[in-house]
């Protein structure tokens, strides 16, 4: 294992958690939205078991790289509790690095409508007293940018801990399975999109009613939820 891949590793872990950490509490009163679907409503229990999973592949990652340098060889008897292979290769694939890419890129449009929205954004849809509609920043291009980045955020991690090279291919569950990578990517991914087109729609009633002539002119600059003309 390279210590390049070690590296990127971390940085997509930091940037996925500034993304999935709330920049602020959801308040008491004020949320709507909240009789959707239940496999949407858990939503929050996801994130954490997506944040604990994420932080258990990167300590294990930096802990095969280190059983890999010499000054560790003490360490080696206990190399196979992290390989079900014989010949593990964690290994900075091309996939990999546009994972990395896509995480970073992804996190950082998320982080963008932290700053945009303030003390309006939370992960929960809740209406703040002072509520007023954005459109700057990225909210310029589309009505939903966060949903755009998390979109990102999620195909990255597949590219990057669903595939070959990765510890969970090389080492864990997945060295059993190969052919369930693609399968629970998917699922993730189309799981993350449902959320998303279940707020969107929330969302743009709620500020068409608290906002009916700013929102036209709006909807109509930016007609589309994720990505300027195609959604």
């Known amino acids: ?38 496999i949407f409503q858990i939503a929050p229990l996801i994130l954490r078991i997506h944040q604990l999973i994420l932080r258990l592949c990167t300590a294990f990652e930096i802990m095969f790289y280190l ?9 080696s008897p206990y190399t196979g509790l992290f390989s079900l292979s014989s010949h593990p290769s964690l290994r900075p694939t091309p996939l990999f690095v546009a994972g990395v890419v896509a995480v970073v890129l992804g996190a950082s449009l998320r ?14 849809l809740t209406i703040h007293p002072q509520h007023r509609l954005i459109t700057s920043g990225p909210y ?4 939903h940018p966060a949903y ?7 195909a990255g991690l597949a590219f990057s801990h669903l595939s070959p090279g990765s510890w969970l291919w090389e080492c864990g569950p997945l060295h059993l399975a190969p052919w369930s990578g693609p399968v629970i990517s998917a699922v993730w991914w189309l799981w993350t999109l449902g959320i998303g ?11 068409q009613a608290l906002f009916p002539d700013e929102w036209d002119a709006y909807a109509q600059s930016a007609p589309c939820w994720f990505i300027p003309g195609v959604v």
């Open 1 to 38: 294992m390279s210590l390049t891949r070690v590296v990127l590793v971390v940085i997509q872990a930091v940037f996925n958690e500034l993304a999935c950490t709330p920049p602020n509490p959801t308040p008491s009163k004020g949320r709507y939205h909240t009789d959707q679907w239940y």
């Open 67 to 75: 059983m890999s340098l010499a000054q560790f060889s003490a360490l």
């Open 111 to 124: 982080l963008i409508c932290f700053r945009e929205l303030g003390l309006f954004f939370t992960f929960d």
């Open 140 to 143: 310029r291009f589309v009505r």
């Open 148 to 154: 755009t980045g998390s979109l990102t955020i999620i």
């Open 197 to 207: 087109l279940s707020r969107v729609e929330a969302e743009d009633k709620q500020m």
